[in-house]
T-cell receptor, first 119, second 110 residues
Framework: DTAVSQTPKYLVTQMGNDKSIKCEQNLGHDTMYWYKQDSKKFLKIMFSYNNKELIINETVPNRFSPKSPDKAHLNLHINSLELGDSAVYFC??????????????????FGEGSRLTVL | RKEVEQDPGPFNVPEGATVAFNCTYS??????FFWYRQDCRKEPKLLMS???SGNEDGRFTAQLNRASQYISLLIRDSKLSDSATYLC???????????FGIGTKLQVIP
């Protein structure tokens, strides 16, 4: 009964191809994220959506296009894949932070990651 | 200056040792702070939230110093199973972005 699930877990593809990664959360959270973890293990935010609306868009090439059909889903489509896109892509979700003592602090819950290898 | 800075390590410590990790953040408007743990080839998982008054969870103690913009994690009586990368995480507030440090790698040695 996975809280944040993403598919596929592994993706191997050629340069120039287009691929998508899907993410779903059943936690009832209102915010979802995509993070990229490269070979140096640094987790860098790419996008954040709140109730289907884009709220954070870091300096990501426009070959990356997120889509959120509803607040429980956030998909990532990548066009014209490049070697440098090889990484692990993590989806995460969170609830809006509450004041102390009134609920969660807005911590993130992660999916298991999607390891993308571009050849 | 990086938004969240950590010493990447690795910290190699014997079982039973006490080890401390530090983290500094640049955004004085940051409101929420966390320590996450990431095992090799796994997703990050919340270890503990960090509160202004400091908090303890078993062998783990987290401290926050807002004046110095500094967060710490203390692990007492280290176990082999504590070997992992510990990520310092800062949220600026509300829907602001959640930023991760590079992580500090801990290796507990028998």
């Amino acid at each position: 009964d996975t809280a944040v699930s993403q598919t596929p877990k592994y993706l191997v593809t050629q340069m120039g191809n287009d691929k998508s990664i899907k993410c779903e959360q059943n936690l009832g959270h209102d915010t979802m994220y995509w993070y990229k973890q490269d070979s140096k293990k640094f987790l860098k935010i790419m996008f954040s959506y709140n109730n289907k609306e884009l709220i954070i868009n870091e300096t990501v090439p426009n070959r990356f296009s997120p889509k959120s059909p509803d607040k429980a889903h956030l998909n990532l489509h990548i066009n014209s894949l490049e070697l440098g896109d090889s990484a692990v892509y993590f989806c995460a979700s969170s609830q809006y932070p509450r004041p102390p003592g009134q609920g969660g602090t807005g911590e993130l819950f992660f999916g298991e990651g999607s390891r993308l290898t571009v050849l | 200056r990086k938004e969240v800075e950590q010493d990447p390590g690795p910290f190699n410590v014997p079982e039973g040792a006490t080890v401390a990790f530090n983290c500094t953040y640049s955004n004085s408007a940051s409101q929420s702070f966390f320590w996450y743990r990431q095992d090799c080839r796994k997703e990050p998982k919340l270890l503990m939230s960090v509160y202004s008054s400091g908090n303890e969870d078993g062998r783990f103690t987290a401290q926050l110093n807002r004046a110095s913009q500094y967060i710490s994690l203390l692990i007492r009586d280290s176990k082999l199973s504590d070997s992992a990368t510990y990520l310092c995480v800062v949220r600026a507030g509300g829907y602001q972005k959640v930023t991760f440090g590079i992580g500090t790698k801990l290796q507990v040695i028998p």
